[in-house]
């Protein structure tokens, strides 16, 4: 038997295959340009927490304890974890070695970029580790496999199957949900469309709605209707209850026959072509826009570009967790570099040898669920295939797997220009659909929200659009994510937001000044938009107009086009 102050030799599990890759990363820490006195400190708490590890899973072998403290970590928080002595310890030991590589690499000397992408890159190794994820390993997985005498196995390589089909893996039950059925069901009207976009109005549900139109501009990279999941959560169908005529761009889901299209054409024949449309539709000379995340960004420039032409078509505009400034790109800096946006740009983009092509959309779903590999990706590994779980309903997941591609040109020009090069915030520097673009030129009031736990906009780079543009400028901050944050409807008495009337010079200045408030920021928002929407007519009793006609019942076709 092993001495009681002894360590355990390498036994083929994933923990002492982990283990023995840290003990490996000790050895050539000098290659990392580790500090010695780190890698010494480093190494001192690794082997004495080793020991102590190794000792208690024995004196926990000795006693056989029914039950034993939380691991501390909610991948190991099932009773089947603390209850298996041998379990516990390969959990524990998991979680030594996850703690003493993240520690190397916060050590690691160099470019901050690539800090960063060490960290990254051992992040996604130390959760693609976990035995938790490894069904020999998982002794919950392993009861649950006796109890249902290998139903849950069976279940669960049916699932894997399934998904492997489908090409990602599944977050919610996909057979619940269906577009236009039980997600994206405001009613509305197509009332046109082009090769890029179908336009839809929302019928009225109120007898008098404000006299100056709204239209929404969602991303690209998505489909539009996270602004319209269910009636509960959609901020569409809010902003038709408070009283506005509501219109929305469907971006079409580009196939290969669309596969030469740049940023100049989404500008061009995508916001700009949806003002003039909805302008014509209403007959109001102004209206009040929204442009949430990348569609902020494409509704920004539209507008600066319509302004450079002396246009001012725009009343108000709302922007929703947008990047203007790319100075902070949060994580997905990690991914940007000239050598990089070069490949990109030699295979997919414009002067692609074999031409221009297309990023796929599921591309960019998995990029982003590797974000936040534990809740989006190893999670349902485990419930899906392990454990022979089916996911529960979930409206907002549903859409995050339905996506979207991308035209080649389009992309590489906005991820050169925008995320690398950061030039949208330098007046000049950018032309577009033939004109200089200069944010400063949009001089209207506009309202800028971030969320504060947002890891693909973080709100300081939301909060940095404000100098960039004049006239009135509001910022609210609300709770939670990218997503969560926004979608946040006031029924539910949810999370919170901070106010701040002055918009400083700085994010850190504004949130020193800033009050935290219950709830929902979607009743100041609502409040604000009333203010710039004019007086209350009589709602339209048809959609559209003489010109353009009904096409045909929202949601419309381009929204059920799969990647």
């Not at 029914?66 to 691991?71: F, V």
């Not at 399934?162 to 577009?179: I, P, Y």
Request: glycine share 8%.
């Amino acid at each position: 038997m092993t001495s009681k102050r002894s360590l355990p030799a390498a036994d083929g599990t994933p923990a002492a295959a982990f283990g023995a890759a840290v003990g490996e990363l000790l050895k050539s820490a000098a290659s990392l340009r580790v500090p010695q006195e780190a890698l010494a400190a480093i190494q001192g708490d690794y082997l004495k927490a080793a020991s102590d590890l190794w000792n208690e899973a024995l004196q926990r072998a000795a006693q056989e304890a029914a039950a034993q403290p939380s691991l501390g970590d909610r991948r190991f928080s099932a009773e089947d974890w603390a209850k298996n002595p041998g379990a516990a310890y390969v959990a524990q030991m998991y979680l030594l070695n996850a703690r003493t590589l993240q520690r190397m690499a916060d050590s690691v000397q160099g470019d901050a970029k690539a800090r960063e992408r060490v960290r990254f890159a051992v992040q996604q190794w130390v959760e693609a580790a976990s035995p938790s994820n490894y069904l020999a390993f998982n002794p919950e997985a392993l009861r649950k496999a006796l109890e249902s005498q290998g139903q849950s196995i069976a279940t669960g390589v049916r699932q894997l199957v399934e998904d492997l089909a489908k090409g990602h893996v599944s977050q919610t039950d996909e057979t619940l949900f269906e577009v236009g059925r039980n997600v994206a069901t405001t009613e509305g009207t197509v009332v046109f469309e082009n090769e890029l976009f179908q336009l839809i109005e929302y019928r009225p549900l109120t007898a008098t709605v404000h006299q100056r139109p709204m239209l929404f501009v969602p991303p690209c990279i998505n489909k539009y209707y996270i602004l319209d999941l269910q009636p509960e959560n959609s901020v569409i169908r809010y902003t038709v209850e408070q009283g506005h005529r509501c219109f929305v761009i469907s971006w079409r889901n580009p196939d290969a026959s669309l596969r030469n299209l740049g940023w100049d054409d989404y500008i061009e024949r995508g916001p700009i072509e949806a003002i003039r449309v909805v302008r014509e539709i209403t007959r109001s000379e102004t209206i009040n826009t929204l442009g949430f995340c990348v569609g902020g960004t494409i509704l920004s420039t539209a507008l600066a570009v319509l302004a450079a032409r002396g246009e001012r078509p725009a009343q108000s505009m709302t922007l929703l967790t947008t990047l203007l400034d790319f100075s902070d790109t949060g994580v997905l800096d990690l991914f940007v570099d000239e050598a990089g946006v070069q490949w990109r740009e030699m295979t997919i983009g414009a002067d692609a040898p074999g031409g221009p092509g297309l990023l796929k959309g599921q591309e960019l779903a998995t990029t982003f669920s590797f974000l936040r590999p534990n809740d989006l990706v190893w999670n349902y590994v485990v419930a899906n295939y392990l454990k022979g779980e089916t996911p529960p309903p979930f409206d907002l997941l549903y859409w995050n797997s339905d996506s979207t591609n991308l035209p080649g040109p389009m992309y590489c020009w906005y991820l050169r220009h925008m995320y690398l090069q950061n030039e949208l915030k330098q007046p000049g520097a950018l032309i577009v659909c033939g004109e200089k673009v200069d944010l400063g030129t949009i001089d209207l009031p506009t309202f800028v929200y971030g969320s504060r736990e947002d890891h693909i906009v973080p709100w300081k780079a939301a909060y940095a659009s404000v100098p960039l543009l004049s006239g009135d400028r509001t910022f609210v901050l609300g709770a939670s994510g990218h997503i969560a944050g926004v979608i946040n409807p006031p029924a539910k008495g949810k999370r919170s937001h901070w106010l701040n009337a002055a918009t400083p010079a700085t994010a850190d200045e504004w949130f020193a000044g800033a009050t935290e408030h219950p709830g929902s920021w979607w009743p100041v928002w609502s409040r604000w938009l009333a203010g710039h929407a004019g007086r209350k007519v009589a709602a339209p009793k048809t959609p559209g107009s003489r010109r353009h006609k009904a096409l045909e019942p929202a949601p419309g076709r381009y929204v059920k086009a799969k990647a």
